[in-house]
């Protein structure tokens, strides 16, 4: 008994530390994040439109002090955004997959795929 109620208090206390995830679906909501990220013409929004890029949902992730011990690219404080799109396999000037990936740190937006890249900077390349 003891050994069971050990165990299911480490890992309260570990949920309890971890980094909030979110899926967004929702057209308006997805909208409002995606128009905060500026981009070579606007935001991604507009960007995605000009490319003909839809996008499908967003995975939000909070990311805790636990989430970021022995990462050293990320930092607590940081929200990674997993940018679900239509991009895979279409035929455009750089091939890309069908999720961008970006970190917000503070203020500033950080590309972590070429993907990302490419709908923000206009960048056929890995960050």
Not at 51 to 60: E, N, P, Q, Y
Request: glycine share 8%.
């Amino acid at each position: 008994m003891k050994r069971y109620l050990a165990a299911m208090i480490l890992t309260i206390t570990c949920n309890a530390y971890a980094g909030a995830i979110e899926t967004v679906s929702e057209t308006s909501k997805i909208q409002k994040i995606l128009d905060a990220i500026p981009a070579k013409e606007g935001t991604f929004s507009t960007r995605a439109l000009t490319l003909g890029i839809t996008v499908k949902s967003i995975r939000v992730e909070h990311l805790s002090k636990a989430d970021v011990e022995g990462d050293p690219f990320s930092r607590q404080g940081d929200t990674d955004f997993a940018i679900e799109t239509n991009a895979d396999g279409l035929d455009q000037d750089c091939p890309i997959l069908g999720e961008a990936y970006i970190t917000k740190r503070g203020g500033k937006y950080l590309m972590g795929s070429r993907t990302a890249n490419w709908i923000v900077k206009g960048l056929c390349e890995a960050p």
